[in-house]
């Protein structure tokens, strides 16, 4: 158990897992070249200082620091180390032959940052966080599910830093890169890391979960993601469990009780398993759960009212996990609600935006077909004169499943009651079939073609009091659509009222 630290020390924590903490002293750091070569079987080719902290964006400030030339499929960080070098780069780890990086010639004039080859500067930057990771004392929290893990990240890595210094992954830092670069940025000080697991295709989580070693692990829910990598939903929570099997037995596993995917882990889990839920008794559950101007209350173990300045039921179980986490690491339940209610709405995560009398939910961070329908409950659950609006745009990487699941969500914009919906794109076609089929009348169904075209048709039937749900994947750039509204309509750009139900 992590005992919360002391009022002195919040501030500078704070610093910490809002990344402001700067560049960080070299001095005492175990970034050799000797060890980097050791730790990532590669050999050292020239010698210099040691480097603070790892980096793979030469574009940014690199004193001190270890530039890893990291190989994608339309990039080479090869291409970019005498950036990296003319930045202040104290070592370089690169995997392609000296002789095809002639522009090294040139070091001997410049500052000398150490080289170090290996087969594969991607592997090595995984083995260089493993080992940074095993350096510290920080407990570390990994955080995994289809829908909610980043804004439960954003909400722990806050309450922690209230009460200890907490780093966290900063924006959706996931994958083989991010995870990495998270666990890079502990320092000796550090006693809690917050950091988020993603997957796209198989084996990914129990990869970075090998390499983060988290004390405790939380699966927010299993849902129809990444199908086009995962192939099923059991394949995803075949993935998802990666994270619980891969705990210590001292260790805590937070499950959702309430979806059966994610409560059937426990039994790969030897770490200690604790579930929330909101409809049933459980570790840590929820009852009497409404939506209100300020956001959502709920009784916390059927007993002590909570409000989150935040809608939804699905922010329920974030909130629950937190609590959990949190408790497990010291802190006192008061600290933790305090702390819960300050958090800021997480950007572009149903938050709503006043445009003139209209209110503009914006949920276009992302999309999948469990976080649609949380948002249209969230929706259905408020009420006013005005009517209800859902802008829908595609839902990517569904694979074979995709059409029938643009179909259910069409369906469930009915079942939940929405007055009307507006989808863009052919690849959005599947949800307005699938309203119309389920009883929506064909009127207040509307099929436009890119997000200007759904602009021009929002500004014509929007009327004060509506409320408009606006929600797609990422790469729809349905936020666009957001801003523009809020100039067109007269936006203020802040947090709306909202009428409870």
Known sequence: MVAPMNRRREERAAEAAAGRSGTRSSRGSWLTAAAIARVAGGEVVRRGSAAAT?????????????????????????????????????????????????????????????????????????????????????????????????????????????????????????????????????????????????????????????????????????????????????????????????????????????DAACRAMAAVAKAKVQFTSVSRPADWFATEVRFHALGTTFLLQGERPVTLPRLGTHNVYNALAVIAAASHLGMAEEHILRALAAVPSAARRLEPKLAGGVTIFDDTYNMNPQSAKAALQALAGLC??????????????????????????????????????????????????????????????????????????????????????????RRVALDRLVDRLLVELGGVGGHAAMECN
């Open 54 to 258: 790892v980096t793979t964006d030469s574009r940014a400030e690199c004193t001190g620091k270890l530039f890893v030339a990291l190989r994608g499929e339309n990039h080479d960080g090869h291409r970019f180390v005498m950036d990296a070098i003319r930045r202040g780069a104290a070592g370089l780890l690169i995997d392609r032959p000296l002789a095809e990086l002639p522009e090294l010639a040139e070091l001997g004039r410049l500052a000398p940052p150490f080289l170090v080859q290996v087969p594969d500067t991607g592997k090595a930057l995984l083995d260089l966080a493993a080992e940074h990771r095993r350096r510290h004392r920080a407990k570390v929290i990994g955080i995994t599910g289809s829908c909610g893990k980043t804004s439960t990240k954003e909400w722990l890595g806050a309450v922690l830093a209230s009460a200890m210094p907490t780093v966290r992954s900063p924006g959706s830092y996931n994958n083989q890169i991010g995870v990495p670069l998270t666990l890079f940025s502990i320092d000796p000080e550090t006693r809690a890391a917050v950091v988020e697991i993603g997957t796209n295709a198989p084996g990914e989580i129990a990869q970075l979960t090998a390499v983060a070693r988290p004390d405790v692990g939380i699966v927010t829910c299993v849902a129809a993601a990444h199908l086009q990598g995962l192939g099923s939903l059991e394949g995803v929570a075949r993935e998802k469990a990666a994270l619980p099997l891969g705990l210590p037995e001292e260790g805590l596993c937070i499950l959702n009780g309430d």
């Open 384 to 473: 006013a004169a005005g009517r209800r609006i859902v802008v829908f745009g595609e839902m990517l990487e569904l694979g074979a499943q995709s059409e029938a699941l643009h179909r259910d969500l069409g369906a469930e914009v009915v079942r939940s009651r929405q007055d009307l919906l507006v989808c863009i794109g052919d690849g959005a076609r599947a949800i307005a079939e699938g309203a119309i089929a389920s009883g929506m009348p064909a009127a207040n169904v509307h099929l436009v073609a890119d997000v200007a075209s759904a602009l021009a048709l929002l500004l014509t039937i929007v009327k004060d009091g509506d409320r408009v749900l606006c929600k797609a994947s």
